[in-house]
Protein backbone atom coordinates (compact mmCIF):
# COMPACT_ATOMS: atom_id res chain seq x y z
CA UNK A 1 0.00 0.00 0.00
CA UNK A 2 1.15 3.28 -0.85
CA UNK A 3 0.58 6.63 1.17
CA UNK A 4 0.78 9.77 0.73
CA UNK A 5 1.42 12.62 3.24
CA UNK A 6 0.24 16.12 1.89
CA UNK A 7 1.10 19.56 3.60
CA UNK A 8 4.14 18.76 5.60
CA UNK A 9 6.89 20.93 7.30
CA UNK A 10 10.72 20.49 6.24
CA UNK A 11 13.57 22.27 7.31
CA UNK A 12 15.31 23.45 4.02
CA UNK A 13 18.06 26.46 5.29
CA UNK A 14 18.58 28.32 8.20
CA UNK A 15 18.97 32.48 8.20
CA UNK A 16 21.51 33.93 9.13
CA UNK A 17 22.01 37.50 10.49
CA UNK A 18 24.86 39.82 9.45
CA UNK A 19 27.16 38.53 12.14
CA UNK A 20 26.47 34.86 10.33
CA UNK A 21 24.74 33.78 13.22
CA UNK A 22 21.63 31.47 12.49
CA UNK A 23 18.14 33.47 13.60
CA UNK A 24 15.41 31.17 11.90
CA UNK A 25 15.05 27.70 10.62
CA UNK A 26 13.28 28.03 6.95
CA UNK A 27 10.55 25.55 6.26
CA UNK A 28 8.79 25.10 3.42
CA UNK A 29 5.31 23.08 2.88
CA UNK A 30 6.30 19.32 0.94
CA UNK A 31 4.12 16.28 -0.07
CA UNK A 32 5.67 12.51 0.42
CA UNK A 33 5.12 9.74 -1.29
CA UNK A 34 5.78 6.48 0.59
CA UNK A 35 6.26 3.23 -1.55
CA UNK A 36 6.40 0.05 0.47
CA UNK A 37 7.95 1.60 3.36
CA UNK A 38 10.79 3.80 1.65
CA UNK A 39 10.45 7.69 0.58
CA UNK A 40 9.85 7.61 -3.18
CA UNK A 41 9.43 11.30 -4.00
CA UNK A 42 9.39 14.56 -2.30
CA UNK A 43 8.10 17.73 -4.39
CA UNK A 44 5.67 20.87 -3.65
CA UNK A 45 2.92 19.07 -5.38
CA UNK A 46 2.09 14.94 -5.78
CA UNK A 47 -0.53 13.19 -7.38
CA UNK A 48 -0.89 9.03 -6.63
CA UNK A 49 -4.47 8.30 -6.83
CA UNK A 50 -3.98 4.74 -5.47
CA UNK A 51 -2.15 6.16 -2.32
CA UNK A 52 -4.08 6.80 1.00
CA UNK A 53 -3.73 10.27 2.11
CA UNK A 54 -2.38 11.76 5.28
CA UNK A 55 -3.15 15.28 6.10
CA UNK A 56 -0.32 16.96 8.28
CA UNK A 57 -1.41 20.14 8.29
CA UNK A 58 1.61 21.48 8.56
CA UNK A 59 2.95 20.01 10.90
CA UNK A 60 7.18 19.60 10.75
CA UNK A 61 8.24 15.63 10.04
CA UNK A 62 11.32 14.55 11.73
CA UNK A 63 12.96 11.00 12.48
CA UNK A 64 10.96 8.81 14.37
CA UNK A 65 13.31 8.06 17.33
CA UNK A 66 15.75 5.08 18.55
CA UNK A 67 15.70 3.98 22.23
CA UNK A 68 18.99 2.58 22.60
CA UNK A 69 18.92 1.42 26.37
CA UNK A 70 15.79 0.24 28.22
CA UNK A 71 14.95 -3.00 30.41
CA UNK A 72 11.52 -4.05 29.28
CA UNK A 73 12.12 -7.01 31.55
CA UNK A 74 12.09 -5.11 34.85
CA UNK A 75 9.58 -2.28 35.38
CA UNK A 76 7.09 -1.15 38.21
CA UNK A 77 5.37 0.55 34.25
CA UNK A 78 1.59 -0.18 34.55
CA UNK A 79 1.08 -1.18 37.70
CA UNK A 80 0.69 0.16 40.88
CA UNK A 81 3.33 3.13 42.04
CA UNK A 82 6.32 2.01 44.07
CA UNK A 83 9.17 4.01 45.24
CA UNK A 84 12.76 2.97 44.79
CA UNK A 85 14.57 1.96 48.53
CA UNK A 86 17.70 3.77 48.93
CA UNK A 87 20.80 2.23 47.56
CA UNK A 88 23.27 1.83 50.79
CA UNK A 89 25.79 -0.75 48.97
CA UNK A 90 25.06 0.93 45.77
CA UNK A 91 24.14 -1.54 42.57
CA UNK A 92 25.04 -4.03 45.28
CA UNK A 93 21.66 -3.23 47.16
CA UNK A 94 20.34 -3.48 43.81
CA UNK A 95 21.20 -6.73 42.85
CA UNK A 96 20.39 -7.86 46.48
CA UNK A 97 16.39 -6.97 46.06
CA UNK A 98 16.39 -8.75 42.35
CA UNK A 99 17.07 -11.99 44.12
CA UNK A 100 13.95 -11.33 45.32
CA UNK A 101 11.58 -8.64 43.02
CA UNK A 102 12.25 -10.50 39.84
CA UNK A 103 10.22 -13.78 41.21
CA UNK A 104 7.78 -11.21 42.43
CA UNK A 105 7.28 -9.98 39.26
CA UNK A 106 7.67 -12.95 37.19
CA UNK A 107 3.77 -13.59 37.09
CA UNK A 108 3.06 -9.25 35.42
CA UNK A 109 6.68 -9.09 33.50
CA UNK A 110 5.25 -9.93 30.05
CA UNK A 111 2.20 -7.99 30.54
CA UNK A 112 4.17 -4.68 31.52
CA UNK A 113 6.88 -5.72 29.08
CA UNK A 114 4.12 -5.49 26.57
CA UNK A 115 2.62 -2.03 27.81
CA UNK A 116 6.17 -0.39 27.74
CA UNK A 117 6.54 -1.28 24.34
CA UNK A 118 3.01 0.09 23.48
CA UNK A 119 4.40 3.32 25.49
CA UNK A 120 7.83 3.67 23.98
CA UNK A 121 5.64 4.03 20.05
CA UNK A 122 3.15 6.12 21.07
CA UNK A 123 6.14 8.50 21.99
CA UNK A 124 7.69 8.08 18.59
CA UNK A 125 9.93 5.29 19.01
CA UNK A 126 10.14 2.94 16.20
CA UNK A 127 13.80 1.18 17.56
CA UNK A 128 14.08 -0.16 20.69
CA UNK A 129 17.29 -1.71 22.28
CA UNK A 130 16.72 -3.87 25.42
CA UNK A 131 19.20 -5.28 27.97
CA UNK A 132 17.48 -8.28 29.41
CA UNK A 133 18.40 -10.18 32.75
CA UNK A 134 20.31 -12.98 32.67
CA UNK A 135 21.49 -14.19 36.33
CA UNK A 136 21.21 -16.98 39.09
CA UNK A 137 17.50 -15.77 39.56
CA UNK A 138 15.68 -15.98 36.46
CA UNK A 139 18.64 -17.89 34.80
CA UNK A 140 17.66 -17.75 30.91
CA UNK A 141 13.75 -17.04 31.36
CA UNK A 142 13.64 -13.58 30.90
CA UNK A 143 15.86 -13.74 27.30
CA UNK A 144 13.09 -16.36 26.28
CA UNK A 145 9.97 -14.41 27.43
CA UNK A 146 11.20 -10.92 25.91
CA UNK A 147 12.35 -12.61 22.97
CA UNK A 148 9.40 -14.54 21.70
CA UNK A 149 7.27 -11.35 22.64
CA UNK A 150 9.18 -8.66 20.65
CA UNK A 151 8.53 -11.52 17.44
CA UNK A 152 5.20 -9.99 17.91
CA UNK A 153 6.40 -6.73 16.38
CA UNK A 154 8.46 -7.70 13.88
CA UNK A 155 6.10 -6.09 11.27
CA UNK A 156 6.10 -3.24 13.48
CA UNK A 157 8.82 -1.89 14.57
CA UNK A 158 13.16 -3.32 15.31
CA UNK A 159 14.66 -3.63 18.12
CA UNK A 160 17.77 -5.42 19.43
CA UNK A 161 18.18 -7.85 22.65
CA UNK A 162 21.47 -7.37 24.95
CA UNK A 163 22.19 -10.73 27.61
CA UNK A 164 22.60 -8.49 30.14
CA UNK A 165 24.70 -10.27 33.20
CA UNK A 166 23.21 -7.67 35.65
CA UNK A 167 24.31 -9.32 38.81
CA UNK A 168 27.79 -9.89 36.86
CA UNK A 169 29.30 -12.68 35.07
CA UNK A 170 32.05 -13.90 37.25
CA UNK A 171 30.90 -13.47 40.81
CA UNK A 172 28.54 -16.54 40.51
CA UNK A 173 31.08 -18.69 39.60
CA UNK A 174 31.72 -20.66 36.17
CA UNK A 175 28.21 -22.48 36.11
CA UNK A 176 26.98 -19.22 35.74
CA UNK A 177 29.19 -18.76 32.50
CA UNK A 178 27.79 -21.70 31.01
CA UNK A 179 24.13 -20.86 31.95
CA UNK A 180 25.33 -17.30 30.65
CA UNK A 181 26.33 -18.86 27.14
CA UNK A 182 22.84 -20.54 26.67
CA UNK A 183 21.13 -17.28 26.27
CA UNK A 184 23.28 -16.30 23.47
CA UNK A 185 21.96 -18.80 21.38
CA UNK A 186 18.25 -17.14 22.06
CA UNK A 187 18.40 -14.26 18.98
CA UNK A 188 20.18 -11.66 20.91
CA UNK A 189 22.15 -9.02 19.39
CA UNK A 190 24.76 -8.03 21.89
CA UNK A 191 26.98 -9.42 25.06
CA UNK A 192 26.60 -7.42 28.10
CA UNK A 193 28.82 -6.38 30.80
CA UNK A 194 28.96 -4.45 33.97
CA UNK A 195 31.26 -2.83 35.96
CA UNK A 196 34.12 -5.53 35.28
CA UNK A 197 36.09 -3.79 38.01
CA UNK A 198 33.37 -3.17 41.10
CA UNK A 199 31.17 -5.49 40.07
CA UNK A 200 32.73 -8.71 38.85
CA UNK A 201 36.23 -7.55 40.48
CA UNK A 202 38.78 -8.71 37.49
CA UNK A 203 39.25 -6.58 35.07
CA UNK A 204 40.78 -8.73 32.27
CA UNK A 205 38.42 -11.97 32.77
CA UNK A 206 35.54 -10.06 32.68
CA UNK A 207 36.52 -8.15 29.51
CA UNK A 208 37.99 -11.15 27.50
CA UNK A 209 35.02 -13.07 27.99
CA UNK A 210 32.77 -10.31 27.01
CA UNK A 211 34.87 -9.88 23.91
CA UNK A 212 35.67 -13.47 22.99
CA UNK A 213 31.68 -14.43 23.25
CA UNK A 214 30.60 -11.93 21.18
CA UNK A 215 33.59 -12.86 18.61
CA UNK A 216 32.21 -16.50 18.64
CA UNK A 217 28.35 -15.69 18.56
CA UNK A 218 28.99 -12.68 15.60
CA UNK A 219 27.10 -10.25 18.48
CA UNK A 220 27.58 -6.49 19.41
CA UNK A 221 28.84 -5.36 22.73
CA UNK A 222 27.24 -3.44 25.46
CA UNK A 223 28.73 -2.84 28.57
CA UNK A 224 27.19 -0.68 31.36
CA UNK A 225 30.51 1.15 33.13
CA UNK A 226 29.94 3.27 36.19
CA UNK A 227 33.31 3.27 37.52
CA UNK A 228 34.55 6.46 37.17
CA UNK A 229 37.76 8.10 37.28
CA UNK A 230 41.50 6.33 36.22
CA UNK A 231 39.83 2.95 37.17
CA UNK A 232 36.85 3.66 34.25
CA UNK A 233 39.51 4.65 32.21
CA UNK A 234 41.51 1.51 32.18
CA UNK A 235 38.71 -0.42 31.91
CA UNK A 236 37.80 1.60 28.54
CA UNK A 237 41.25 1.36 27.19
CA UNK A 238 41.59 -2.47 28.34
CA UNK A 239 38.54 -3.19 26.05
CA UNK A 240 39.88 -1.61 22.91
CA UNK A 241 42.80 -3.12 23.27
CA UNK A 242 40.97 -6.92 23.97
CA UNK A 243 38.87 -5.33 20.84
CA UNK A 244 42.20 -4.98 18.84
CA UNK A 245 43.52 -8.25 19.90
CA UNK A 246 40.57 -10.37 18.59
CA UNK A 247 40.28 -8.01 15.76
CA UNK A 248 36.28 -7.23 17.03
CA UNK A 249 34.35 -5.05 14.13
CA UNK A 250 31.43 -5.70 15.27
CA UNK A 251 29.01 -2.64 17.00
CA UNK A 252 30.21 -1.66 20.47
CA UNK A 253 27.75 0.56 22.84
CA UNK A 254 29.24 1.68 26.33
CA UNK A 255 26.28 3.00 28.95
CA UNK A 256 26.25 5.94 31.46
CA UNK A 257 30.55 5.63 31.13
CA UNK A 258 30.88 7.95 34.16
CA UNK A 259 35.00 7.74 33.57
CA UNK A 260 34.49 10.00 30.66
CA UNK A 261 32.99 12.79 32.86
CA UNK A 262 35.70 15.33 34.11
CA UNK A 263 38.62 14.30 32.42
CA UNK A 264 40.72 16.71 30.91
CA UNK A 265 40.78 17.83 27.02
CA UNK A 266 43.51 16.33 25.55
CA UNK A 267 43.00 12.90 27.32
CA UNK A 268 39.35 12.99 26.43
CA UNK A 269 40.53 13.70 22.54
CA UNK A 270 43.22 10.78 22.65
CA UNK A 271 40.52 8.49 23.98
CA UNK A 272 37.70 9.91 21.53
CA UNK A 273 40.45 8.71 18.74
CA UNK A 274 40.39 5.47 19.73
CA UNK A 275 36.52 5.38 20.45
CA UNK A 276 35.63 6.63 16.98
CA UNK A 277 38.14 4.47 15.16
CA UNK A 278 36.14 1.08 16.84
CA UNK A 279 32.67 2.73 16.18
CA UNK A 280 31.83 2.68 19.53
CA UNK A 281 28.50 3.98 20.67
CA UNK A 282 28.36 6.42 23.45
CA UNK A 283 24.52 5.91 25.54
CA UNK A 284 24.16 8.47 28.03
CA UNK A 285 20.90 9.12 30.42
CA UNK A 286 22.27 12.69 30.87
CA UNK A 287 22.81 12.11 34.45
CA UNK A 288 22.84 15.13 36.59
CA UNK A 289 24.42 14.84 40.67
CA UNK A 290 27.17 15.76 42.98
CA UNK A 291 29.78 13.70 41.52
CA UNK A 292 30.98 14.25 37.87
CA UNK A 293 28.48 12.34 36.16
CA UNK A 294 27.48 14.38 33.12
CA UNK A 295 29.03 13.08 30.51
CA UNK A 296 30.62 15.57 27.81
CA UNK A 297 28.15 15.01 24.97
CA UNK A 298 29.12 17.50 22.83
CA UNK A 299 32.85 17.46 23.12
CA UNK A 300 32.53 13.85 22.49
CA UNK A 301 30.41 14.40 19.42
CA UNK A 302 32.79 16.88 18.20
CA UNK A 303 35.92 14.78 18.23
CA UNK A 304 33.97 12.05 15.78
CA UNK A 305 32.56 9.75 18.65
CA UNK A 306 28.32 8.48 18.46
CA UNK A 307 26.69 9.59 20.85
CA UNK A 308 22.88 8.81 21.97
CA UNK A 309 20.05 10.36 24.73
CA UNK A 310 18.84 7.25 25.94
CA UNK A 311 16.21 6.93 28.88
CA UNK A 312 17.16 3.21 30.23
CA UNK A 313 14.44 2.44 33.28
CA UNK A 314 11.13 3.82 33.42
CA UNK A 315 10.09 3.83 37.13
CA UNK A 316 11.41 0.28 38.78
CA UNK A 317 13.60 -0.34 41.59
CA UNK A 318 16.42 1.55 40.76
CA UNK A 319 14.66 5.03 39.32
CA UNK A 320 11.33 6.60 39.39
CA UNK A 321 11.90 9.21 37.12
CA UNK A 322 11.82 7.93 33.78
CA UNK A 323 9.43 9.10 31.44
CA UNK A 324 10.29 7.46 27.60
CA UNK A 325 9.96 10.89 26.76
CA UNK A 326 12.85 11.82 24.38
CA UNK A 327 11.68 15.49 22.80
CA UNK A 328 11.92 15.60 27.09
CA UNK A 329 15.46 13.75 27.03
CA UNK A 330 16.53 16.24 24.59
CA UNK A 331 14.83 19.30 26.29
CA UNK A 332 17.02 18.21 29.19
CA UNK A 333 19.82 17.88 27.31
CA UNK A 334 19.92 21.64 26.10
CA UNK A 335 18.97 22.59 29.45
CA UNK A 336 21.82 20.74 31.06
CA UNK A 337 24.17 22.27 28.69
CA UNK A 338 22.96 25.81 28.38
CA UNK A 339 21.56 25.79 24.77
CA UNK A 340 19.27 28.04 23.80
CA UNK A 341 19.98 29.81 20.45
CA UNK A 342 18.06 27.59 17.46
CA UNK A 343 21.33 26.47 15.69
CA UNK A 344 22.65 24.33 18.89
CA UNK A 345 18.89 23.54 19.85
CA UNK A 346 18.19 22.27 15.90
CA UNK A 347 21.78 20.36 16.33
CA UNK A 348 20.70 18.27 19.20
CA UNK A 349 17.98 16.18 17.10
CA UNK A 350 20.32 13.72 16.17
CA UNK A 351 21.39 11.94 19.40
CA UNK A 352 17.87 10.37 19.25
CA UNK A 353 17.53 9.07 16.20
CA UNK A 354 21.05 7.37 15.21
CA UNK A 355 22.83 10.67 13.40
CA UNK A 356 20.32 12.23 11.81
CA UNK A 357 19.42 16.17 11.91
CA UNK A 358 17.67 17.51 9.64
CA UNK A 359 20.28 20.30 8.15
CA UNK A 360 23.60 19.95 8.22
CA UNK A 361 26.23 22.76 10.08
CA UNK A 362 26.27 24.45 6.78
CA UNK A 363 22.15 24.93 6.26
CA UNK A 364 21.92 21.76 4.11
CA UNK A 365 18.94 19.61 3.85
CA UNK A 366 19.66 16.50 4.87
CA UNK A 367 16.52 14.65 5.94
CA UNK A 368 14.55 13.40 4.42
CA UNK A 369 15.69 11.65 1.38
CA UNK A 370 14.34 9.59 -1.99
CA UNK A 371 15.10 5.82 -0.35
CA UNK A 372 14.96 6.37 2.90
CA UNK A 373 12.72 3.87 5.17
CA UNK A 374 9.75 6.28 5.88
CA UNK A 375 10.16 5.91 10.07
CA UNK A 376 8.96 9.41 11.15
CA UNK A 377 6.99 11.51 13.12
CA UNK A 378 4.91 14.58 12.76
CA UNK A 379 4.84 17.02 15.37
CA UNK A 380 3.04 20.43 16.28
CA UNK A 381 6.42 22.28 15.47
CA UNK A 382 7.63 24.58 13.02
CA UNK A 383 11.52 23.55 13.83
CA UNK A 384 13.81 21.35 15.56
CA UNK A 385 14.59 23.60 17.75
CA UNK A 386 11.41 24.97 18.60
CA UNK A 387 9.93 21.21 19.45
CA UNK A 388 13.17 20.67 21.85
CA UNK A 389 12.62 24.17 23.97
CA UNK A 390 8.92 23.78 24.29
CA UNK A 391 8.44 19.94 24.17
CA UNK A 392 5.98 20.08 21.51
CA UNK A 393 3.59 17.00 21.00
CA UNK A 394 3.79 14.12 18.66
CA UNK A 395 0.25 13.43 16.55
CA UNK A 396 1.68 10.89 14.04
CA UNK A 397 4.06 7.80 14.74
CA UNK A 398 4.96 5.68 11.41
CA UNK A 399 7.04 3.07 11.01
CA UNK A 400 8.31 1.45 7.58
CA UNK A 401 5.32 3.80 5.98
CA UNK A 402 2.54 2.01 8.86
CA UNK A 403 1.01 4.23 10.84
CA UNK A 404 1.17 3.02 14.43
CA UNK A 405 -0.67 6.10 16.18
CA UNK A 406 -2.16 9.17 14.48
CA UNK A 407 -3.91 11.22 16.90
CA UNK A 408 -6.43 14.46 16.85
CA UNK A 409 -4.07 17.61 18.47
CA UNK A 410 -5.30 21.12 18.61
CA UNK A 411 -2.47 22.41 16.01
CA UNK A 412 -0.58 25.44 17.64
CA UNK A 413 2.06 26.03 15.39
CA UNK A 414 4.35 28.24 16.80
CA UNK A 415 2.36 28.67 20.05
CA UNK A 416 2.57 25.21 21.35
CA UNK A 417 3.40 26.02 24.76
Not at 3 to 30: G, M, P
Not at 73 to 84: C, H, M, R, V
Not at 358 to 376: S, T, Y
Request: net charge negative; glycine share 6%.
Amino acid sequence: MNQLIKNVRLEVSYNYDDNQIVIKTNTEIFDILIKNGVISKIDKNIDCPDATIIDAKQQLMIPAFKEMHTHLDKTYFGGEWIAPMPAENGVFSRIKEEEVLLKDLESVTEERARHLIKHYISLGHTHIRTHVNVDPTVGISHVELITKLLKEYDDVITYEIVAFPQHGLYRNGQEFITLFEQALSLGVTHVGGLDPAMVDKNIHQSLDTIVSLAKKYDLGIDIHLHDADTLGLFEIHHLLDLVEQYDFTNNITLSHVFALAGISDEELKKLSERLKKHNVLIASTIAIGEAPVTLPIFDLDRYGVKVAVVHDSLIDHWSPFGSGDTIRKLNALAQRFGLIDEYSLSQTLKFSNGGINLLDEKGQMMWPKVGDEANLLLVDAISSAHMIARRAPISTVISRGNILKEEELELKGAYWG
